[in-house]
């Protein structure tokens, strides 16, 4: 008696769910334009607190920063820099080393600024549509 190939009827589903694993989004996506590979930076969420007299929460989306400021929201553009990471729009400037970032606005100087990483995962909540969030 012949016994039937069980070969591919085996490798079928092996095949098809090794397919759906490969697929990575994390993965460099090719520009149709020049052909050229691009990642995309995740974005960075920071909140910021100059000496107990001002805060305020920094989103960092690939080139731009987007300054959450009381009354108002920024958008600069990323400049070069000697050290750390410079943004500027021509009215205010914001440099961030570190830790720590100097903001310059309305002609104010505030340069002992210090992230607070604690509160910056609520507020990056809070920017990607997130409404409610339990903790304990």
């Not at 929460?57 to 959450?68: D, K, P, S, Y």
Request: glycine share 8%.
């Amino acid at each position: 008696m012949k016994r039937p190939n069980l070969f591919p009827a085996l490798m079928l589903p092996a095949l098809a769910f090794s397919g759906a694993c490969t697929n990575d989004r994390s993965a460099p996506v090719a520009d149709s334009s020049s052909m050229r590979l691009h990642t995309q930076a995740p974005s960075r969420t920071y909140v910021y607190d100059c000496s107990g007299e001002f805060s305020f929460v920094v989103r960092i989306e690939g080139e731009n920063a987007r300054l959450f400021l009381p009354g108002q929201t920024v958008m600069l553009r990323r400049v070069p820099s000697a050290s750390g990471v410079k943004y500027r729009d021509g009215q205010a400037t914001f440099w961030q080393k570190g830790e720590k970032a100097l903001l310059e606005t309305g002609g104010t100087r505030y340069s002992a600024c210090v992230n607070n990483p604690a509160m910056a995962v609520w507020e990056d909540a809070t920017l990607r549509g997130v409404d409610f969030r339990a903790a304990g």
